[in-house]
């Protein structure tokens, strides 16, 4: 099954029709009793949105897929259709209820693609900005002047990922650079064996203490991780397992911020050869930087809260 057609069966299914009808009768007892004034909710969570409807109570959702590609009608739509008839509510034809009261999207208007679907109630904030660089960490320091990279598979997806943090590693560790990897709690460092001094390999180090010093992000391309690293204007090298990851890294490429490769086939001297590239051509760092400056601009969260505000009056 091709990635597009993967993830949207994935949406189709595990969220729209199974977690929905699983989450119904959990939220339903919380609106219901606590009453309150609105409900937030993100983008995926359809039982909370069809509760809130019921109960004639405005709600907001928090985009969470960067491109806004994987909630669609033709994928959500039949699901939705379902359970709006089993629950009783009116035929929503256009699937309004989705943007009925106000959509926070956390990403630059210019990432999310131009194909996906949108609503008037859609509005672009930005997450609180990254703190000041502290020093440079002593793993960073090991190769003086050399370049910063960082590999992380995520928090999910590593233990479902095969060989390819081997395959990556072998790659990058051949590289004149500095190296961190996070493998997540599942992993313990010492399975990969002894490393070199410029190659420091962890369960997890904060994103912030992290991504102020990097000049490239290897990563799954998760929504999460391309934002971080935007958000410090670094080009990424992009391995998508699943979920939304290919379309995010389809997207990074589309805008000259990063290059894709495959999770199956890629080896050790396509990584090395991506992450050259990335180096060694200035307009990858500089179409980041270009979106870092975009995402900088939006209204913050005291927009995001005054939004919110006018929505529960």
Aim: with cysteine.
């Amino acid at each position: 099954m091709a990635d597009a057609e993967q993830s949207d069966d994935e949406v189709r299914e595990n969220f729209a029709r199974r977690a929905t009808r699983l989450r119904l009768p959990l939220v339903g007892p919380l609106l219901y009793d606590w009453k309150p004034d609105l409900a937030v909710c993100d983008e995926f969570d359809f039982a909370t949105m069809l509760t809130a409807e019921r109960c004639g109570l405005p709600h907001a959702s928090v985009l969470v897929s960067a491109t806004g590609l994987q909630i669609r009608p033709d994928v959500v739509g039949e699901p939705l259709r379902e359970i709006r008839a089993e629950y009783g509510l009116a035929a929503d034809p256009n699937l309004t209820m989705l943007g009925r009261h106000l959509r926070l999207s956390p990403f630059p208007p210019t990432f999310r693609a131009p194909e996906s679907w949108r609503h008037g109630t859609e509005h672009a904030v930005r997450p609180p900005l990254p703190r000041p660089p502290g020093p440079r960490p002593d793993w960073a320091r090991v190769r003086p002047d050399a370049p910063v990279i960082y590999f992380t598979l995520g928090t999910e997806f590593g233990v479902e990922s095969g060989d390819l943090y081997e395959r990556v590693l072998t790659g990058l560790r051949a590289l004149p650079v500095n190296l961190l990897m996070t493998v997540g709690s599942q992993i313990d460092p010492a399975e990969f064996g002894p490393q070199p001094d410029h190659v420091r390999i962890a369960q997890y180090v904060p994103q912030d203490e992290v991504l102020p010093h990097c000049d490239v992000v290897v990563s799954h391309g998760g929504s999460g991780s391309v934002m971080g690293a935007l958000a410090h204007g670094v080009p990424t090298l992009l391995v998508p397992i699943g979920a939304d990851q290919p379309m995010n890294a389809q997207r990074c490429v589309e805008l000259g911020v990063g290059q894709r490769l495959d999770a199956v086939t890629a080896t050790a001297a396509d990584v090395r050869a991506a992450v050259t590239e990335l180096l060694a051509v200035p307009t990858y760092r500089q179409e980041a930087e270009r979106l870092r400056t975009e995402l900088a601009a939006l209204p913050g969260p005291a927009h995001a809260a005054a939004l919110l505000e006018q929505v529960a009056r």
